[in-house]
């Protein structure tokens, strides 16, 4: 069983940035995956990074987001700039409680086990 914390959303104008950040409460060197969902729509993956830094995004938010680890503070970030109004969605911490699946792991929700209680964005024009 691993439990993830999230933290870091909020409300910014288009254009602004924010950080999320999320912390297994255990098991550190495993997949930390990011996903978003809007009411009515799917659950999307938008990105991944394992313990030894290998990346996946979706292309939606290429170039604009970026995650990265810290090993010594078990925690993941997801760094978003440029944020547009369509970014507005619960983002939600998943973990694969392994090693990340590529790409084709964040078209996959059945592929992340464990999930935190998502954290809000909320972007206006």
């Known amino acids: 069983q691993v439990q993830l914390a999230e933290s870091g959303g909020g409300s910014v104008q288009a254009g602004g940035s924010l950080r999320l950040s999320c912390t297994p409460s255990?098991?550190?060197?495993?997949?930390k995956a990011w996903f978003r969902q809007t009411p009515g729509k799917e659950r999307e993956g938008i990105a991944a990074?394992?313990?030894?830094?290998?990346?996946s995004y979706a292309d939606a938010v290429k170039g604009r987001f970026t995650i990265s680890h810290d090993n010594a503070k078990k925690t993941a970030y997801l760094q978003m700039t440029n944020l547009k109004p369509e970014d507005t969605a619960m983002y939600y911490c998943?973990?694969?409680?392994?090693?990340?699946?590529?790409?084709?792991?964040?078209?996959?929700?059945?592929?992340?086990?464990?999930w935190g209680q998502g954290t809000q964005v909320t972007v206006s024009s």
């Open positions: 990074i394992d313990s030894d830094g290998l990346t």
């Open positions: 998943a973990t694969t409680g392994g090693r990340c699946y590529g790409p084709a792991g964040l078209l996959s929700r059945q592929m992340h086990p464990w």
């Open positions: 255990r098991f550190s060197n495993i997949c």
